[in-house]
């Protein structure tokens, strides 16, 4: 029993060392997302197309619902809209009615990710096929943010891999 107590306390102080300590000894850096206004997008989009970002794509949301995402196909920019929750369903009619008014080719896809909701077992992802450069993908991603989930030019949003 003393040995087992002993071995537990080593192993919390081993879990205390190292999340306390990273490899140069240093206080460990805690990463937050980055935060960003609409005006600062197209600064993003320039990071994406240029390869800086770990990913060739990138999402901002401001309460998890709002959540697009602007991926990299060969230099040209879509837009897609993943449906992991209860609460991004209402938002699904109006992006299918935001591609119809505006004539954007919509593409109803899955990346196999399971959504926090039990009627499907592959969450939906709604992909307008753009193909646009960095600033009409800045318009657009912008006109999505104020017109189908009504944030504004103040919000602030996560920058989320």
Excluded: W
Excluded at 39 to 50: C, F, G, N, P, R
Excluded at 116 to 122: F, I, M, Q, T
Excluded at 141 to 160: L, Q, R, S, W
């Amino acid at each position: 029993m003393k040995t087992g107590i002993i071995i537990g306390i080593l192993v919390v102080i081993g879990i205390i060392y190292f999340v306390t300590k990273n490899k140069n000894g240093n206080n460990p850096i805690i990463q937050v997302a980055k935060q960003i206004q609409l005006a600062e997008l197209e600064s993003v989009m320039t990071q994406l197309l240029d390869g800086k970002l770990e990913y060739e794509f990138f999402g901002i949301t401001s309460d998890g619902i709002d959540c697009i995402y602007f991926t990299d196909d060969n230099g040209k920019i879509n837009i897609e809209f993943e449906v992991m929750t209860n609460d991004q369903k209402p938002y699904v009619e109006k992006f299918t009615s935001f591609a119809d008014r505006n004539n954007f080719s919509l593409i109803k896809t899955t990346y196999g990710n399971k959504p926090h909701y039990s009627e499907l077992k592959e969450a939906p992802v709604y992909k307008l096929e753009l193909n646009a450069d960095k600033h009409k993908a800045t318009e657009i991603g912008t006109e999505i943010m104020t017109k189908i989930f009504n944030k504004n030019g103040t919000t602030k949003f996560d920058v989320v891999p």
